[in-house]
Each structure stands twice: as C-alpha cells, then as structure tokens.
C-alpha cells in the first residue's frame, strides 16, 4: 500500500511540474539579445524592484515592481498590466534581476 501512494505522488508531481513548464519558455540571454538588435515586436514586462529599475532596464519595458512575485500584493501589480499585454499579439518577455522570479509570474 505504501508504494501505490508514493507511486501516485510522484506521478502528481511529475504532472505538476509538466504543467509548469508549459507555461512559459525561457528566452536565454543570447536570443533576447538577437530579438532587441533586429527589433522584434515585443512586449518587455519588468519585475525589478523601483530601485534597480531606475538605475538600468530595457527600453520601453512595462514597469511593475513585483519582485519576486511570490506574495499576493506581488501578483496584483501584474495582473494591473493584463490588460495592457492583452491587446498584442507580440511576445511577451517577462525581466527578472536574477532570472528565476520570471517563473512566478504566470500572467497567461
């Protein structure tokens, strides 16, 4: 009986995170670079903090301040910008400051 129930939480956590995975795709560094230089339409969201947001971000990205996206307040000043994004049909490429908040951020 205890291998039939460990059996089945792995398989629910095997799911869980296939699901995770399908709700975004990670754009690494050398691509992103690629899309700005041949001027992709793109929508850029930043989740800096104020602070690092001023100091350096990408031209015309939506600013939020959600960093790390893990509280509920955090995920209210993303879901603020929906409808902004809503209205494109362009990639959406969400900035962390060190690349795994994007993660959290799930604004489908």
């Known amino acids: 009986m205890r291998k039939v129930i460990t059996m089945a ?3 629910l ?3 869980a995170a296939t699901a995770l995975a399908e709700t975004f ?3 690494e560094p050398a691509q992103f670079k690629q899309w700005i230089e041949s001027d992709k339409k793109m929508q850029i969201v930043d989740i800096q903090v104020p602070a690092e947001f001023q100091k350096h971000h990408f031209q015309n990205a939506i600013e939020t301040n959600a960093y790390p996206v893990k509280s509920a307040e955090e995920k209210q ?7 902004i994004l809503a209205g494109g049909r362009e990639d959406i490429v969400v900035i962390c400051p060190r690349g795994g908040g994007a993660k959290n951020t799930s604004i489908t």
Do not use: G
């Open 13 to 15: 956590v095997a799911f």
């Open 9 to 11: 939480v792995l398989l």
């Open 77 to 83: 000043r993303l879901e603020k910008i929906i409808p």
């Open 25 to 27: 795709n990670y754009l």
